[in-house]
């Protein structure tokens, strides 16, 4: 392939491009790099002279590094066609398939509006290397402000960028890129989660007070006895839910999360809320629904409980964890009744208990 790098009069200005031309075939890269031209009535002025030399320079430095990128074949495409293709509509898709994932799903959708913003015109699989994904995390980092004008926290941060770093991973699988453009750029760290939770006082004083959705009361209240996600809940069938004499009551079960099967047990105050069993195809939980509206009646449930804690359903995950720990259920089996494939994620639960250890020891001074 040949890259020529040529001039065409744009206006009163000359627009330098490059000509890429293969076996009959041509394509042509603008540059947005402008040069002026000499009038009739008069020579150029020194500035407009340097300023020619400068993005003349500029414009064969960039036609020399594209001839080694595709010497070299540096961006590793398989398809040509796929690679021109826009890189915010393959996101979007992958967003799509993470709908019925309700808090995955909206981180996703979060980074996809922040693609939007960051890049209006679109960006191609093409155009993605390290400077620009530098630029991105720059701009989550330093240029995102929210309505209050404040920066996005670092676990949003995180999240976000990590979902674009998993959709460029995702394209290689794909077949569009050979090579990540990811693997030359750091994450960026999360911080250390602030897993809010329930304490056993509260969750009982929650317990008492009447919600504005039964159905969501008894759910969030059974993910607390039980550890389940809301995923896990929603979908959640009769014909999970099983008894024997020996084990009691317990629920059999694929993770939606993990595609993991899993047989959890369960105590008999946590099926007593479930009600009268129906057919073995129902939902024990019909009607469940997750919205900004839900969350907000699940707020102003907790709140009449007098908690102002910043409670979502998935504190329920989170206050069943720290409660079995608390009271003295050891980490191994802890884990296993979450359902995690690696016991680092259930630690992270005993360092919140160890730190309000911590708290409660500090509150005696003399």
Same mark, same amino acid.
């Given at each position: 392939?040949?890259?020529?790098?040529?001039?065409? *009069?744009?206006?009163?200005?000359?627009?330098?491009?490059?000509?890429? &031309?293969?076996?009959?075939?041509?394509?042509?890269?603008?540059?947005?790099?402008?040069?002026?031209?000499?009038?009739? $009535?008069?020579?150029?002025?020194?500035?407009?002279?340097?300023?020619?030399?400068?993005?003349?320079?500029?414009?064969?430095?960039?036609?020399?590094?594209?001839?080694?990128?595709?010497?070299?074949?540096?961006?590793?495409? @398989?398809?040509?066609? !796929?690679?021109?293709?826009?890189?915010?509509?393959?996101?979007?898709?992958?967003?799509?398939?993470?709908?019925?994932?309700?808090?995955?799903?909206?981180?996703?959708? $979060?980074?996809?509006?922040?693609?939007?913003?960051?890049?209006? @015109?679109?960006?191609?699989?093409?155009?993605?290397?390290?400077? =620009?994904?530098?630029? +991105?995390?720059?701009?989550?980092?330093?240029?995102?402000?929210?309505?209050? !004008?404040?920066?996005? $926290?670092?676990?949003?941060?995180?999240? &976000?960028?990590?979902? *674009?770093?998993?959709?460029?991973?995702?394209?290689?699988?794909? %077949?569009?890129?050979?090579?990540?453009?990811?693997?030359?750029?750091?994450?960026?760290?999360?911080?250390?989660?602030?897993?809010?939770?329930?304490?056993?006082?509260?969750?009982?004083?929650?317990?008492?007070?009447?919600?504005?959705?039964?159905?969501?009361?008894?759910? +969030?209240?059974?993910?607390?006895?039980?550890?389940?996600? =809301?995923?896990?809940?929603?979908?959640?069938?009769?014909?999970?839910?099983?008894?024997?004499?020996?084990?009691? &009551?317990?629920?059999?079960?694929?993770?939606?999360?993990?595609?993991?099967?899993?047989?959890?047990?369960? $105590?008999?105050?946590?099926?007593?809320?479930?009600?009268?069993?129906?057919?073995?195809?129902? !939902?024990? +939980?019909?009607?469940?629904?997750?919205?900004?509206?839900?969350?907000?009646?699940?707020?102003? =449930?907790?709140?009449?409980?007098?908690?102002?804690?910043?409670?979502?359903?998935?504190?329920? @995950?989170?206050?069943?964890?720290?409660?079995?720990?608390?009271?003295?259920?050891?980490?191994?089996?802890?884990?296993?009744?979450? %359902?995690?494939?690696?016991?680092?994620?259930?630690?992270?639960?005993?360092?919140?208990?160890?730190?309000?250890?911590?708290?409660?020891?500090?509150?005696?001074?003399?």
């Amino acid at each position: 392939m040949n890259v020529t790098l040529r001039q065409r *009069v744009k206006g009163n200005k000359i627009s330098l491009y490059l000509d890429y &031309y293969n076996s009959g075939k041509r394509e042509y890269e603008y540059l947005n790099l402008y040069l002026t031209p000499e009038s009739e $009535s008069g020579k150029l002025t020194k500035q407009q002279k340097d300023d020619n030399r400068k993005n003349l320079a500029m414009a064969e430095a960039i036609r020399a590094k594209r001839l080694i990128e595709i010497k070299n074949d540096e961006f590793g495409f @398989r398809d040509t066609e !796929k690679v021109k293709g826009s890189f915010l509509i393959y996101f979007e898709q992958q967003t799509r398939k993470r709908k019925n994932s309700l808090g995955n799903w909206g981180n996703w959708d $979060s980074a996809l509006k922040h693609l939007k913003k960051f890049a209006p @015109r679109g960006i191609t699989f093409k155009e993605i290397d390290k400077q =620009w994904l530098e630029g +991105f995390k720059d701009y989550l980092q330093n240029e995102v402000k929210n309505r209050s !004008k404040k920066g996005l $926290s670092q676990n949003s941060q995180s999240s &976000y960028f990590s979902k *674009v770093l998993a959709a460029l991973k995702e394209a290689v699988k794909d %077949g569009i890129l050979q090579n990540n453009p990811a693997d030359q750029v750091q994450g960026i760290k999360p911080d250390d989660p602030n897993r809010e939770f329930l304490t056993l006082e509260e969750l009982q004083a929650v317990a008492k007070e009447e919600c504005e959705l039964p159905l969501l009361k008894t759910a +969030f209240l059974f993910s607390t006895l039980t550890g389940l996600r =809301w995923s896990d809940i929603e979908k959640l069938v009769w014909s999970e839910v099983q008894q024997s004499d020996i084990s009691g &009551y317990y629920i059999r079960f694929r993770q939606k999360k993990t595609k993991g099967a899993e047989t959890l047990p369960i $105590s008999e105050q946590a099926f007593q809320l479930l009600g009268e069993r129906k057919s073995p195809a129902d !939902k024990v +939980f019909d009607g469940l629904q997750y919205s900004a509206w839900h969350n907000q009646k699940l707020r102003e =449930w907790i709140s009449k409980a007098g908690i102002i804690k910043h409670i979502t359903f998935h504190c329920a @995950r989170h206050t069943y964890a720290t409660l079995q720990i608390t009271l003295g259920t050891d980490i191994y089996t802890v884990s296993k009744l979450l %359902g995690h494939k690696h016991m680092k994620t259930t630690e992270v639960y005993a360092k919140v208990i160890d730190h309000k250890k911590q708290e409660a020891a500090n509150r005696i001074k003399l």
